[in-house]
């Protein structure tokens, strides 16, 4: 079964500081990845997903994040935070396959300082 | 902008009683999940419903149960509620089951007093 790690549970950052946010899975599979953002009160809202191709995903919102297979983890990075970054944010994967449900890591909060 | 609307927004109920919450996929997903969220943790999945019929579950007993309907919507329902039964509570959809593809809702918050 796939499990996903996030080792930070708070960062705390100043504004206009880089951020990276850990995220390490485990599965014997290949997998589909994914960062989803919450913020207070809300669902989930996606940020980039890697299901193939090049390990270097894009999102919204100025974030961008890297698989690294060897390493068997999905960082997700931002080069200047905005104070609007303050939120919970998860990493998910899934199997690749038709069906599969999403395993969610335990959910990094972001907040930005001022 | 999501798809999918869940309703309620906010839910009270007391211990024992028995909670619908309800779905509105996004327009021609015939697979929806069910995931609760309890507070400071990753959602959890429920079950999973494809065209109609559970199509898998996760570490949740009997009480908890679903339906989806041929207009795209679909219902959780819990039975018998307990205290650690307050949770977000998060719909999603997709196509097909496609597994990159799921839309979720902004969820419903249910307290059990």
């Known amino acids: 079964a796939q499990s996903v790690t996030q080792l930070d549970s708070q960062v705390p950052v100043f504004e206009e500081a880089p951020v990276e946010l850990r995220c390490n899975y485990s599965s014997s599979v290949s997998v589909y990845l994914f960062w989803y953002v919450q913020y207070p009160n809300q669902g989930l809202q996606l940020l980039l997903k890697y299901l193939s191709g090049s390990t270097l995903v894009k999102g919204i919102n100025g974030f961008e994040a890297e698989f690294n297979k060897s390493q068997t983890s999905f960082h997700l990075r931002k080069p200047s935070v905005h104070i609007s970054d303050t939120a919970e944010y998860f990493c998910?994967?899934?199997?690749?396959?038709?069906?599969?449900?999403?395993?969610f890591g335990p959910g990094t909060r972001l907040s930005v300082l001022p | 902008e999501t798809g999918v609307t869940q309703s309620p927004t906010h839910l009270i109920k007391t211990r024992g009683q028995q909670v619908t919450l309800r779905c509105s996929s996004q327009?021609?997903?015939?697979?929806v999940s069910w995931y609760q969220q309890a507070l400071g943790q990753g959602p959890q999945f429920i079950f999973q419903y494809y065209r109609e019929e559970e199509n898998g579950r996760g570490n949740f007993p009997p009480r908890f149960s679903g339906l989806q309907f041929p207009n795209y919507s679909s219902e959780l329902n819990v039975n018998a509620l307990e205290l650690d039964d307050s949770a977000l509570y998060l719909c999603?959809?997709?196509?097909?089951?496609?597994?990159?593809?799921?839309?979720f809702g902004s969820g419903t918050r249910l307290t059990v007093v």
């Open positions: 998910a994967v899934t199997l690749d396959n038709y069906g599969q449900n999403f395993v």
């Open positions: 327009s021609g997903h015939n697979t």
């Open positions: 999603a959809s997709s196509l097909d089951r496609e597994s990159y593809g799921y839309t």
